[in-house]
C-alpha cells in the first residue's frame, strides 16, 4: 500500500543565471544566460516525490501575486495537492536569486515572501489536514516555530518524520523535536551547525552520525556532495557511493535526493533501496539544468539503476 506524504517547506519561484564563475563582492560579471524555474526546497522535494511515485499534498502560504499563482499551477501539474495551501492576501511568494558557475556550483540568495509568515497557529488550526497522511517531510525554510509545531502534530499521529536541517538554525534543534524526527538528512555545512564537528573525511562524518544520533535523531543520513551519502545501518556506517555523471547544475540535487528517498520509503521500500533510488535520482538531475525542471521520469531512474 501507498502511504501518504504530507510536504511542508518554502515554494519559491528561481531567477537563476549562469556564468563561467560566480561574481566576487563588489565585481560585475555580465552573462546572457538566464532562465526562471519553480523551485524552493519544500517545492522541489514535493514534485519529487509525486513525479517519483508518491502520493503528495503541500502546506505552506503563498500570497496572491502572479508567481504564487504561476508556483501553485506549476506544483499541480506535477501532481502535488495544493488544496489545503494558504494564500495570503497581498503577500508575495518566495524569490530565489541563483547563480551557477561553470563547475556547476551554486550561490543562492532567497527571500521567503509570504512563506515566512507561516506560523504555528495556522499549523494548528490545519491539523486536521495530517490526518489522512502517513509521513511528514519538512525544511527549515518555514517560521522554525511553525515546523517544529508541525512534527509535534505529526508524531501525535503517528507519522514518520523525514526533515531536512535546511538552513539549518544556528542554535540547533530542541531535544525534545529531534526525538521526534525519524530522518534526517543534513549536509556537510548544515552538520557542522547541528553538531560542531567539521565533517573533512569519512571519519568525521561517522563521528558526526553519532553525534546526531545522541541528540536524538535516529537515522541521520549525511550528504557528501560528489562522494555520496552516509548513514547508520544496523549499528554500523552504511556509505552509498555516488553515481559517476558530469554534473551542468547542482540546484536542488538534494531536494530530489530526499523528494525521491521520500517517495520510495512512502512505497514500502528498505532503507538501502531507499538511498539507491534517491541517489540515483540526484544524480541524473545535475545533467540537466534547474531546481524542478531537472527532476527525471521514475522511468529514467529505473533504466539508471
Ligand atoms: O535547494 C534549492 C532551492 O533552494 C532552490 O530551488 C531555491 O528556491 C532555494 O530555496
Known sequence: MKNKI?????INIDLVMYASRIPRPGET???????????GKGGNQSVAASILGGDVKFFTKLGTDDYSKQLTIAQKKCGVSMDDVLYLDGATAG??????????????LYTPGANRMLTPDDVRASSHIFDDCD????????????????IKIAKSKNMIVIMDPAPAPKEGIPAEIAELVDFIKPN???????????????????????????????TPIISLGGKGA??????????????????????AAGDIFL???????????????????????????TMK???QSSIPSIQAVEAFL
Do not use: H
Open 6 to 10: 504530507l510536504c511542508m517547506g518554502c
Open 29 to 39: 560579471i555580465e552573462t546572457d544566460n538566464f532562465q526562471t524555474f519553480p523551485g
Open 95 to 108: 524569490i530565489a536569486m541563483i547563480m551557477v558557475d561553470e563547475n556547476a556550483q551554486n550561490s543562492i
Open 135 to 150: 509521513i511528514l517531510e519538512i525544511t527549515m525554510e518555514s517560521p522554525k516555530e511553525a515546523v517544529y509545531e508541525a
Open 188 to 218: 556537510e555545512t548544515e552538520t557542522e551547525i547541528l553538531t560542531g564537528i567539521a565533517v573533512t573525511d569519512e571519519i568525521s562524518a561517522w563521528k558526526s552520525l553519532k553525534a546526531l544520533q545522541a541528540k536524538g535523531f535516529r
Open 230 to 251: 552516509l548513514t547508520v545501518l544496523d549499528g554500523e556506517a552504511y556509505l552509498e557511493r555516488p553515481l559517476n555523471v558530469k554534473p551542468i547544475d547542482t540546484t
Open 259 to 285: 523528494g525521491a528517498f521520500t517517495s520510495a520509503l512512502s512505497n514500502g521500500k528498505s532503507l538501502k533501496e531507499c538511498l539507491k533510488f534517491a541517489k540515483t535520482a540526484a544524480a541524473i538531475s
Open 289 to 291: 539544468k534547474g531546481a
